[in-house]
């Protein structure tokens, strides 16, 4: 569980700047303060404003610049339609779905977290079971995208659905969690990574084994989202090879 003191915890000095940095407020290159500053502003040890900077550079949102202190980093925008997209699109009263686009093998379950970095990421310990969440997503008939949810289970006390199978309809589950609760739920950055796909995502996403065995990459996009207790799900996305670049508009 998220570290919690009599006031702030390393997770909402953390979320402070992940939203000041997200709304532009900071932007690349702007420094923070430094951890004296951090530590009067928020009433909290050295510590916990080193854990929480600890956090904020996991997930590349800012950098140490030695003599500089730590600064706002700068982060390529990619144009997949990744799982963090489709969030902020529904959030925003856009549809769940992209023009052309439907899911397919829907599937949730209660499972034990055997990835030691999904564990580290959710800030529980292996093995732990958590929500997992997966379906297919489709342009016009082809599959282009994994979409996996690895949910903490402390979101099962408030969303009780969280293990219906098939489509929860169009809104995501974030949206009723954050009435429910009253806090706001903010994400890092999408993180990015290559990998050669397993079988299973191969036959996901429908690419022909040769006889021989072939490793093919596969493009994966991570994102974190917390609420003010910490991390509450890591939504990753398997990308079908060949439909990756960057978006430098």
Request: hydrophobic residues 35%; glycine residues 8%; charged residues 25%.
């Amino acid at each position: 569980m998220a570290y919690r003191s009599s006031g702030a915890g390393y997770a909402d000095v953390a979320a402070h700047y992940r939203q000041r940095i997200q709304s532009g407020e900071l932007k690349p290159g702007d420094k923070l303060p430094t951890v004296p500053e951090i530590q009067a502003q928020f009433d909290v040890s050295s510590k916990t404003v080193s854990r929480a900077l600890g956090v904020l550079k996991s997930e590349g949102l800012v950098a140490a610049r030695g003599a500089l202190g730590t600064v706002v980093t700068e982060r390529p925008r990619v144009a997949p339609a990744t799982g963090a997209a489709r969030v902020e699109r529904v959030r925003n009263g856009g549809p769940n779905y992209a023009p052309g686009e439907t899911s397919t093998g829907h599937r949730a379950m209660l499972r034990s977290c055997a990835d030691p970095v999904i564990a580290q990421r959710l800030e529980i310990e292996p093995h732990d079971e958590i929500v997992i969440r997966v379906r297919v997503f489709r342009q016009n008939g082809t599959p282009k995208v994994i979409g996996v949810e690895y949910i903490h289970p402390r979101a099962l006390a408030v969303v009780d659905d969280l293990l219906k199978q098939g489509p929860r309809g169009p809104v995501h589950w974030f949206v009723q969690y954050e009435e429910s609760t009253g806090q706001r739920i903010t994400s890092s950055p999408e993180q990015r990574a290559a990998r050669f796909a397993s079988r299973d995502e191969l036959e996901a996403l429908e690419i022909s084994l040769p006889d021989s065995d072939v490793a093919i990459p596969v493009l994966v996009t991570h994102t974190v989202f917390h609420d003010e207790e910490g991390p509450l799900e890591v939504m990753e996305d398997v990308h079908a090879p060949g439909q990756w670049h960057e978006d430098r508009t």
